[in-house]
């Protein structure tokens, strides 16, 4: 398949625009006033058949700045509802979002939208707008969790403007253009159930299960392919959980509406990837509560996945048959979480007395305040006899010392090449992650004008894994002045 060379070649699909109109709004996007590229990516560019060179356009600016249709588009904000920090909120739906159409890529089709480019029916007290702090945060996300492997919506461009935006200080605008398959939540069902419209919830389960999960249309007659919807939605989530809690990412608002059908991580805002290490951890500065902290991430899923099960119970009417979908989850997770977590530690496959050394490593991570990432990227060094960058970590060294004993004989247990064991450990430990000071430094230079961190980030966090010559400062802990650093719901 050649390369479209400019948007127009772009082959259109717009399934989601097909079905009836009860689902969405059109409408047009609210375009920012003298719109500059900040950044393009070429990676996500080739998911659609483009070639890059259609990233340097006027064309291309206009269409992302929402100023000019996508060519073969059809533009519109979609309905949702949703469970807001464990409250029904009832309906929500994309309050500065625009969906410009779905386009046939060469490897399967990516719906686009732009978020940030003003009011929708469903804006509520919102501007429709996006700031670019929050803006280049979701940008760099996305692409930092792929490069990690873990599913997330991707991001093909990145504008700004001189627009300003009142946020606790008055910002300036951006729009993030962001790539998934599907946008559809669990949030998309709970909308139609709550509104007692089977007839809508079951033509929106048809969708899902027709363009996503067609497998599941083969589960057998009736309520069979919902059921069958639902498990692998549970599936999927409880691995994308167990994918988080490896790397020590916390999303910061796992309401039900910015859970993906598809399991993907979906809505960047006030996210983190932890320095110091606390079990218990709140990335989003305006969580009081602490209901979205590190630990609490599998059986919040589980909760969402609770909403999204009543909703297709619906058409599903088996209680006891959803129920029983639902306990599938947590050995899901667990054997999810153990497999990657053996992985990480270099020990093979998990046995029960694991569960022991990794209890130990995470109390004494959380017990002294140990950064999450360099702790594991630490162990491959320990295992070829290098112990001191691992017990650097620690205040208390005579404990890391001691759980570093107790590792060892486990290793000592799986005898084989430690060399290659090493290697293994750290192509799934990364040496580099989206630290919240190196978003802040990248936003920093970008409201100059200077994308120089931000390409640089970017190039590192797609390839976390090997040692980046000269790239020191991206692996190292926080700076001083990066401990007042605060994330919120703000954006
Ligand atoms: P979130 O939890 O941040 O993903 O957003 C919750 C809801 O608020 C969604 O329906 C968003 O579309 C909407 N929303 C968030 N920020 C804004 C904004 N600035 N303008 C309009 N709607 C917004
Ligand atoms: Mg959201």
């Known amino acids: 398949m050649s390369l479209a060379a400019s948007l127009d070649e772009l082959s259109l699909n717009n399934s989601f625009a097909a079905l009836p109109p009860d689902f ?146 008055v910002e300036t605008a951006a729009i993030v253009t962001r790539m998934a398959p599907s946008f559809v939540r669990f949030g998309s069902f709970e909308h139609w159930a709550s509104r007692r419209q089977p007839e809508l919830l079951r033509q929106l389960a048809d969708y899902v299960i027709d363009n996503y999960y067609p497998a599941c249309r083969t589960a057998g007659e009736g309520a069979a392919p919902y059921l069958s919807l639902l498990r692998e939605v549970i599936g999927r989530t409880a691995r994308l959980m167990a994918q988080w809690q490896h790397v020590g990412f916390c999303h910061g608002v796992m309401n039900t509406d910015n859970m993906s059908i598809l399991g993907l991580t979906l809505d960047y805002g006030p996210y983190g990837f932890m320095d110091a290490f606390r079990l218990d951890h709140v990335c989003n500065h305006s969580d009081n509560q602490g209901r979205y902290a590190w630990n609490r991430q599998p059986s919040v899923a589980l909760w969402n996945l609770y909403r999204l099960g009543g909703a297709l119970n619906v058409l599903i009417g088996d209680v006891d048959a959803v129920k029983a979908e639902l306990e599938a989850f947590e050995p899901q997770f667990t054997t999810a979480f153990h497999d990657g977590m053996a992985a990480k530690l270099g020990i093979g496959s998990w046995r029960v007395d694991d569960e022991a050394l990794l209890d130990g490593l995470l109390k004494l991570m959380h017990d002294q305040r140990a950064d999450f990432t360099l702790t594991f990227r630490h162990l491959s060094d320990a295992l070829l006899g290098q112990t001191q960058p691992f017990l650097d970590l620690y205040m208390d060294r005579d404990a890391a010392a001691a759980w570093l004993q107790q590792w060892s004989a486990r290793q000592d247990d799986l005898g084989g090449d430690r060399e290659a064991r090493a290697l293994a450990m750290n192509r799934i430990n990364p040496l580099y992650v989206l630290r919240n000071h190196l978003a802040e430094n990248a936003i920093r230079a970008a409201k100059q004008g200077d994308t120089s961190v931000l390409v640089e980030l970017l190039r590192i966090l797609r390839n976390p894994f090997d040692v980046h010559a000269g790239a020191e400062i991206y692996a190292s802990l926080p700076p001083d002045w990066a401990s007042d650093l605060e994330v919120s719901c703000s954006s």
């Open 24 to 169: 969405y709004t059109r409408l047009e996007p609210q375009g920012l006033t003298a719109p500059r590229l900040l950044h393009a990516n070429e990676d996500a560019a080739a998911l659609l058949g483009l070639d890059p060179r259609a990233l340097g356009s006027e064309a291309f600016l206009r269409v992302f700045a929402g100023l000019d249709p996508l060519p073969g588009g059809a533009t519109l904000a979609a309905v949702y509802s949703g469970h807001q920090f464990g409250v029904w909120a009832g309906q929500l739906g994309d309050g500065r979002a625009h969906l410009l159409g779905e386009v046939r890529g060469p490897q399967g089709n990516w719906e686009l939208q732009l978020k940030g480019a003003g009011l929708t029916p469903y804006s509520r007290m919102g501007d429709g707008r996006a700031v670019l702090r929050s803006s280049v945060r979701e940008y760099l996300a996305s692409e930092a969790m792929h490069g990690l492997g873990i599913p997330t919506t991707r991001a093909l461009a990145l504008v700004v403007s001189d627009d300003p935006v009142i946020r606790e200080t």
